[in-house]
């Protein structure tokens, strides 16, 4: 009876072992594309499946995820830069794309689909391009927040009419806030960009995990005003909660100055340099650029601000007419180590 | 002469698995601490520290302290209750301990939210740490208990009253495993961001991903994590210290045959029965409370099985890849666990090799990975599935040469001898005494790296095969989206995996008592 427990333990040993062996590295075989995307998976993986049924192409994906940071499929193309494994990289936002270009991962490539998308979100070299964009937005809790208190600006996230404790931003050291606040140190100047945010951290404004952790407190009264991304604030809209969603900064400044409009933050596509599915990769990238696609996933609630003329917004932004910032990606991204390093000094205390 | 070729062979394969160890475990770190090198030796690294940066290590350092202490006491209470329990059945208490530590501070956060408390700062961020880790410290203060000698404690009851021999005796017996324990919850807590972050609590592991994140330079990220391998030292110093003295007090222990005691016929006082009962109720809420919230949130039976049906491939990718880390890790282990055994400055290293990698943080090792892994082989490794396999086998074979080290310490090595003289070959006496004897530490080391490795995150996601995922990948996707419902179906249906995974584990574990003790 003894022999039995070792005896088994092997059989289950060379199982294991079988069954890994089957999982071999396909690098470079026809047929096949590899996307690493830091998308939600819940959006994308209808759209790569369409994708696989309408060409034949197996799609192999790597989806991100937020707990890691952004430290996560950025890194790893960046660590696999010399032997790569992915063809495509196609990120929820322009920063880690722009730090791949940098970085010498992507390789140039000018999709057909992406003649009439605007030039500011593409890359004069065709390292990569934009599309479906997102928006930067506020969501307020209707029981928490009255109607002449609702902001309309980011700046009147530093308005006494709603105190400290009720305000909730993402982390800013990462994702789309960390692009948010780039974006206005670009427009204002680096002073008043941490000016900004000093103020916000002065007044006890609470700094959550995420968009995600933002949207949810909001979404159940533990906040009464949150700044996050369209799609999040969509979702607690879709799911029944007393929210509404404003649109920052869509009239004109404090003293009939310009108006500043809010962050557009579109999708980025590029093709990663030595891909070794090239042909498919091409594929690929031209149909993600395709209109029918950008209005799908508008459809979805991932995307807000098409880029494509003719694409139409549903959902919870139907018929608004959004303004947004004129600045371009490579402006603010130039911003964005500045950014970063004050916003470390003043939230991670 | 058998009996020396015996020695030789039983070495070799000691030393070749002690290599396999520090190649699987510690080159990726080495490629990682190479790349730290040069760039420090090219005039990198004068910003890097700042007081800024101190003030946070201090303060975390504090935390992690705060909730090693913490885990450690309603631990050791927790498993002097179930210490006087019989059977596998008392393993079940450790039903979630797969879940991720974030899926328990969601939980939490739900429920202060219902009863109106604080739902930020470093109290909450506590204690719900000190939720997440308790699996861990009962389970190893569990381990600590059962291995004293019976005939030790009997002497010591028979002269002074159950506390004292529980105080003087039983304790200090147990005190390899149980600091241990607590060695490996601060370390844990002092390396996690997540649950800190999210109750709103700056911590020093935050700051080296923000670093990463803005550098993308993975060497100014470990040279940032360098005073985390410095605290690891420390504590393994100061570990070994008093594991030694603890292990030289109790010579002869693991010679009687008669390791296995259970506190059943011990008398507690009261003030320790209410103690124990406290610990008892923690243990309940560390079950409770999530099982409770996302029971809640899954809603309906056709949610949860819709959850799981979607959720197939990323099932079974998970079991595959922990039951394989699972099973590696024993080899690795086992030959780590001679090592702990030494004496000296040897010993002291195998510490060290033990308790270093769990100070490096997960996506680093998943980035030295790729260095080692991502080049021309001849058998494809980068790119398979061998590579979760390997992250798992690099961030938890540590946890197996420990469990590895208290199995064979409450092991009658007068077997082991006596199967050396009258056993005619190695390789049976291997499979007929040896393996039977350790193998419920290694059953436990093999569903500990199991559970840990189902929910790893960080590494795993730097090196995953393209197209595939584990559970923990997809339930951290769906959570940013706000699936409540999918999310908790995914975290139920893991605990679920880990109970029939700990279910099996317990009938053989079971039937080895039986066994062992024919």
Redesign the interface.
């Known amino acids: 009876m003894r022999q039995s427990k070792p005896f088994s333990f092997l059989v289950i040993f060379w199982m294991v072992w079988s069954l890994l062996a089957c999982s071999p590295r396909d690098q470079g075989q026809p047929g096949q594309v590899v996307i690493y995307t830091s998308v939600d998976q819940v959006y994308a993986e209808p759209i790569l499946k369409r994708f696989a049924a309408e060409t034949g192409i197996q799609v192999k994906p790597v989806y991100d995820v937020e707990a890691t940071k952004t430290t996560g499929l950025v890194n790893r193309l960046i660590a696999e830069k010399d032997r790569p494994l992915a063809d495509v990289f196609w990120s929820g936002e322009f920063v880690e794309t722009l730090l791949l270009q940098e970085k010498g991962v992507l390789q140039a490539y000018r999709s057909p689909n992406a003649t009439d998308i605007p030039a500011m979100y593409k890359d004069p070299d065709g390292y990569w391009t934009g599309f479906a964009g997102r928006m930067r937005v506020l969501l307020v809790n209707k029981n928490k927040i009255n109607h002449d208190q609702t902001p309309a600006s980011v700046d009147d996230l530093l308005d006494a009419a709603v105190p400290g404790e009720q305000v909730g931003i993402a982390q800013p050291l990462f994702g789309t806030t960390l692009d948010h606040a780039a974006a206005i140190y670009a427009l204002r100047g680096a002073q008043q960009g941490r000016a900004f945010f000093q103020d916000l951290k002065q007044r006890g404004v609470q700094v959550v995990d995420g968009n995600s952790v933002v949207r949810d407190m909001v979404a159940d009264g533990r906040l009464g005003v949150g700044l996050l991304d369209s799609d999040d604030a969509c979702v607690a809209l879709s799911n029944g909660a007393p929210v509404k969603i404003i649109i920052p900064d869509q009239t004109p400044g404090q003293k009939g100055g310009p108006t500043q409009g809010t962050l557009i933050i579109p999708n980025t596509l590029g093709i990663v340099a030595g891909a070794p599915h090239l042909k498919e990769a091409r594929q690929l990238v031209d149909f993600l650029l395709r209109p029918e696609t950008e209005q799908a996933l508008v459809d979805a609630g991932w995307s807000h601000a098409p880029l494509h003329p003719g694409v139409k917004v549903g959902g919870c932004f139907k018929g608004i007419k959004v303004i947004g910032m004129t600045l371009p990606i490579r402006e603010i991204y130039a911003n964005l180590a500045a950014a970063q390093k004050d916003l470390t000094e003043i939230f991670l205390q | 002469m058998r009996i020396y070729r015996r020695r030789w062979v039983e070495r070799t394969c000691h030393t070749l698995g002690v290599a396999a160890y520090i190649f699987i475990v510690f080159l990726p770190l080495a490629v990682l601490a190479g790349r730290a090198a040069v760039w420090l030796a090219g005039g990198g690294g004068g910003d890097i520290f700042s007081l800024?940066r101190l003030?946070?290590l201090a303060r975390s350092t504090g935390q992690a302290l705060a909730v090693a202490a913490g885990a450690t006491l309603l631990g050791t209470l927790a498993a002097l209750f179930l210490w006087r329990l019989h059977g596998a059945v008392r393993w079940l208490i450790f039903l979630l301990a797969p879940l991720p530590p974030?899926i328990h501070a969601l939980a939490w956060m739900a429920i202060a939210?219902a009863m109106g408390a604080p739902?930020?700062g470093v109290g909450m961020s506590a204690w719900v740490q000190v939720m997440a880790f308790l699996p861990l410290s009962t389970a190893l203060a569990l381990v600590g208990l059962e291995s004293v000698e019976s005939g030790l404690v009997e002497a010591a009851r028979l002269a002074r009253p159950d506390f004292t021999a529980l105080r003087r005796v039983v304790l200090p017996l147990a005190a390899p495993a149980i600091l241990t324990g607590s060695g490996l919850c601060f370390l844990l807590s002092l390396t996690d961001?997540?649950v800190p972050?999210?109750f709103?609590v700056?911590t020093y592991s935050?700051?080296i991903?923000?670093e990463?994140?803005?550098s993308?330079l993975?060497e100014r990220a470990f040279v940032l994590a360098l005073p985390l391998l410095l605290l690891t030292g420390l504590a393994t110093l100061l570990l070994v210290g008093g594991l030694r003295r603890t292990a030289e007090s109790s010579s002869g222990r693991g010679r009687s045959g008669q390791a296995r005691q259970g506190g059943a016929a011990f008398e507690w006082p009261g003030w320790l029965t209410i103690l124990i009962g406290a610990a008892m109720a923690a243990w309940l809420a560390q079950v409770g409370a999530p099982l409770g919230v996302l029971i809640a949130q899954t809603g309906s039976w056709a949610q949860f099985s819709q959850s799981v049906g979607e959720a197939r491939s990323e099932i079974s990718f998970t079991l595959?890849?922990a039951?394989?880390a699972g099973?590696l890790c024993l080899p690795l282990g086992l030959a780590l666990s001679g090592e702990l055994m030494q004496k000296g400055l040897r010993g002291r290293m195998g510490w060290l090799l033990m308790l270093a990698p769990l100070a490096v943080p997960a996506?680093l090792v998943?980035?030295g990975l790729?260095?080692v892994w991502?080049?021309d082989l001849p058998v494809?490794?980068?790119?398979?599935?061998?590579m979760p396999?390997l992250a798992m086998l690099a961030r938890f074979s540590a946890l197996a040469a420990l469990l590895a080290l208290a199995q064979a310490r409450r092991t009658d090595v007068r077997l082991f001898e006596a199967a050396d003289i009258f056993q005619p070959g190695l390789l049976k006496t291997?499979?007929?005494v040896r393996?039977?004897l350790l193998?419920p530490g290694l059953l436990a080391a093999a569903g500990v790296v199991f559970v840990l490795s189902a929910g790893e995150?960080?590494a795993t996601?730097?090196?995953?095969?393209?197209?595939?995922?584990t559970l923990t990948?997809?339930i951290?996707?769906?959570?940013?989206?706000?699936?409540s419902g999918t999310v908790a179906g995914l975290c139920l249906s893991m605990a679920l995996a880990s109970v029939g995974m700990g279910a099996a584990a317990a009938a053989?574990f079971g039937?080895?008592r039986v066994?062992d003790g024919a």
């Open positions: 800024r003030d946070l974030y939210a739902q930020r961001y997540s972050s999210l709103q700056n935050l700051e991903f923000s990463f994140s803005a993308s993975p595959l890849t039951a394989a099973l996506p998943g980035i790729i260095a991502n080049r494809a490794v980068y790119g398979s599935a061998w396999v291997w499979l007929v393996l039977p193998a995150l960080g996601l730097i090196v995953a095969p393209p197209g595939q995922a990948m997809r951290y996707n769906y959570l940013h989206y706000g699936a053989i039937r080895g066994e």
